[in-house]
């Protein structure tokens, strides 16, 4: 039996019919499953229930399928409803690439509205006679015991409803940005987003992560500490050290290939790059800032001007915390002297 995407019955399985059948062949089966399957022709009262809603899913189906329109709206809304959803985003951070990892994804389905069968629309009950009745008099339904379609309040003639699947994701060690990864006993995939790091660049298998040191430590050389997606590891750097020169971490970097195992000679390497910062010293810092007054036409006193209650507002923070110090200093130094007594 044909089934609507969700293992549902479709509107041609109802009738029996295949979906290339033409308007006059709907017309002609609807008529012996009428004479056929009427709930009239039920005697057991148990089995009436289900007979009438049997029925009434032959009855929809002949209204839809034998109207040109409403049948083009069901065969466009079944495609729709029974292609294959998008891939499902899920974000990961560059250590659980490294590692694996286990997501949890929301995927998202249309499922089948429960209340028009998939339809987007029912036929309701007839209101003119007695339901079950055979009244072939009644100029409503013409003796169906149901009226013409109606859209779905419940779907608003959309057949489905928007719902979620919660599934696991399982993420294979060293995946790439943008790899699809297949979700167990779903048709959807996965589309793995690594997330960028703060302190990692990742290119490839290889990890690259920036060493910031001052121009005396570059000068001097010796050992320092630098962070992996595997923990601290300590690093020499070589006297002389200057911006841009790289050392390597070998097989400490991602899986090569995407997914692949632990064995060193399958791993990347994490790159430290060096990057000298030059110091700043309080002579400099005066300097430059002597430097710029100048440049200005200002006087450096003027600059360095003080109040009695603080630091001029027209100082540079520098200034305004060597002159809070020096206020500070002068304020002790009183204090340990005692009071200045008059004669």
């Known amino acids: 039996m044909a089934s609507g995407g969700d293992g549902s019955e479709t509107l041609y399985a109802t009738l029996g019919v ?39 899913a032959i009855v929809t189906a002949y209204e839809v399928l034998s109207d040109t329109v409403k049948r083009a709206e069901y065969d466009k809304r079944m495609r729709l409803n029974g292609a294959a959803s998008d891939d499902v985003l899920v974000n990961i951070t560059l250590a659980e690439a490294l590692t694996g990892a286990t997501k949890l994804a929301m995927i998202p389905y249309r499922k089948r509205c429960a209340w028009c069968a998939g339809v987007g629309m029912s036929c309701p009950p ?15 339904c013409g003796g169906n015991g149901f009226g013409k ?51 990692f660049t990742r290119r490839g298998a290889d990890v690259y992560f920036t060493l910031r040191i001052t121009s005396t430590e570059a000068n001097e050389g010796g050992f320092h500490e630098v962070q992996t997606l595997r923990g601290a590891e300590t690093l020499f750097i070589e006297a002389g050290a200057k911006t841009g020169d790289e050392r390597r971490l070998e097989g400490k970097g991602l899986p090569r290939g995407g997914v ?5 000679d399958e791993l ?6 060096v990057e000298v910062k030059r110091e700043t010293t309080p002579e400099r810092e005066a300097a430059a800032m002597k430097a710029a007054g100048a440049d200005a036409g200002e006087p450096s006193a003027k600059r360095a001007r003080t109040t009695d209650d ?3 507002d027209s100082m540079t923070d520098l200034e305004k915390l060597l002159a809070e110090k020096k206020r500070q200093l002068m304020a002790k130094l009183q204090e340990k002297k005692g009071p200045v007594e008059v004669d």
């Open 18 to 56: 295949s979906s290339t059948v033409t308007a006059e062949e709907v017309r002609k089966v609807y008529r012996k499953l009428v004479l056929k399957c009427h709930p009239d022709k039920v005697r057991d009262e148990a089995a009436k229930t289900e007979a009438e809603k049997r029925f009434q």
């Open 126 to 140: 007839c209101t003119e006679h007695t339901h079950g009745r055979k009244d072939e008099s009644c100029l409503t």
């Open 149 to 199: 379609p109606v859209v779905c309040a419940h779907c608003g003639a959309a057949g489905a409803t928007d719902e979620f699947h919660q599934a696991r994701v399982i993420v294979p060690p060293g995946v790439d940005n943008g790899a699809r990864v297949k979700i167990k006993d779903r048709r959807e995939h996965a589309k793995i987003n690594v997330m960028a790091s703060r302190i």
């Open 260 to 264: 692949g195992s632990s064995g060193g």
């Open 268 to 273: 990347g390497d994490h790159v430290v790059v």
């Open 310 to 312: 603080g630091p001029a």
